[in-house]
């Protein structure tokens, strides 16, 4: 397994190197929608190459713009491409889920907790709950302050962002079930590169079973183009 350890440390250190460019040029270049200079870090974390190429294409044109709205749905009415303004839909979902899924499984591991005798099952409940909590938290700021009562905006924060959280965990539950059960005898544990790799795919897989869900709801109006 030399071979995918080695792997494992490329694909970390490109994602590493990519949350640090991103950070260092988000502080001097802020976004126009706060938690974005969050989201867009993130997203190069767990998304070698395209994640870079995705905050240059799409992120740095709009921390460029200059908008004077305080309302959500005004300020952050897409000028962009449709794909595009879901691309940005998703990146804001799934980074929300990736930090709670980063939080989770150390919580997991060091704690020894396990459910039914799985730390599997274990990893799922915990980072389920931590990215749920997330993902909703980084919807909610993302709407702004406006002039909505705090549980309206909440409220209006569970509505938009409970499915497409549901289908990032999916896609990413899917792999690393394939991970612990199918893929190596021993399952890989996160004080291993090969485990944070992994669960780097598991991320990618993520955002590519969020995507669908996120067109649909931006396509309805549940969710704002972005």
Do not use: R
């Not at 980063?102 to 599997?120: E, N, Q, W």
């Not at 709407?143 to 569970?158: D, F, Q, R, V, W």
Request: hydrophobic share 50%.
């Amino acid at each position: 397994m030399q071979w995918l350890e080695i792997l494992s440390y490329i694909g970390i250190g490109i994602g590493v190197l990519q949350f640090l460019i991103i950070l260092v040029h988000s502080i001097s270049h802020p976004q126009t929608m706060k938690v974005m200079n969050v989201v867009w870090p993130l997203t190069g974390l767990y998304f070698p190459l395209i994640g870079l190429w995705m905050y240059y294409k799409l992120g740095v044109p709009d921390a460029k713009k200059e908008m004077d709205h305080s309302n959500h749905e005004e300020m952050h009415h897409s000028d962009k491409p449709f794909w595009q303004s879901v691309v940005v839909s998703t990146t804001h979902c799934s980074s929300g889920c990736s930090l709670g899924d980063l939080i989770g499984a150390p919580i997991v591991f060091l704690t020894g907790l396990t459910i039914a005798g799985s730390t599997l099952f274990a990893d799922f409940a915990v980072e389920f709950v931590l990215a749920y909590i997330l993902g909703i938290a980084f919807q909610y700021y993302g709407m702004g302050m406006g002039s909505k009562p705090a549980g309206e905006k909440l409220k209006n924060a569970i509505k938009a962002d409970t499915w497409s959280l549901i289908a990032f965990e999916l896609g990413m539950f899917a792999w690393m079930a394939l991970s612990h059960y199918v893929f190596f005898s021993e399952p890989p544990k996160p004080n291993g590169p090969v485990f944070w790799f992994m669960m780097q795919i598991a991320m990618i897989i993520g955002f590519g079973t969020s995507y669908p869900a996120n067109w649909f709801l931006v396509k309805k109006g549940v969710k704002h183009a972005m």
